[in-house]
């Protein structure tokens, strides 16, 4: 879910800029959305991941029960902060985000593309002062 919001959030925020520049800038945006949902979502989804497989090893070691909280501790004890980035680049984010990219992007110029043969009469002329990036200046 978080991925999501991240990724739709910054795709919301920028996409009337990106349609105006180009495609090669609208791909671009929608790439980078989707490897910002991804590298947000990481981290919860790894230390969820070696959470549970280190669960199951305790509980065929010990009966009792192995929290999150403790497996987050034995991680900071043994390894610091920076393991919840562990692997990240390993997995090649860039690669791994661009299905999701070219799904967005797809969706976004297919919509634009029936709304504008179905409805010809909302077709609005590109105006320069719609820039979010840099409000209220002609561009």
Known sequence: ILQCMIMFGIYNTFKYD??????IYFYGLCHFAAYCG???QYPIHNLKQSWLAQ????RLVA???YTIRQHFMSLRKMHGASKVFDGFYRI?????SAPLAIALFSFD???RYFTEK???ERIKPDSKGQSILIPGRNI
Not at 55 to 58: D, F, I, R, T
């Open 109 to 111: 110029k297919m919509s």
């Open 18 to 23: 990106a349609v105006r520049n180009g495609d």
């Open 55 to 58: 669960k199951q090893l305790m």
């Open 63 to 65: 009966a009792k029960e």
């Open 38 to 40: 991804h590298a947000a």
């Open 118 to 120: 179905t409805h010809p």
């Open 92 to 96: 090649s984010p860039f690669w791994t």
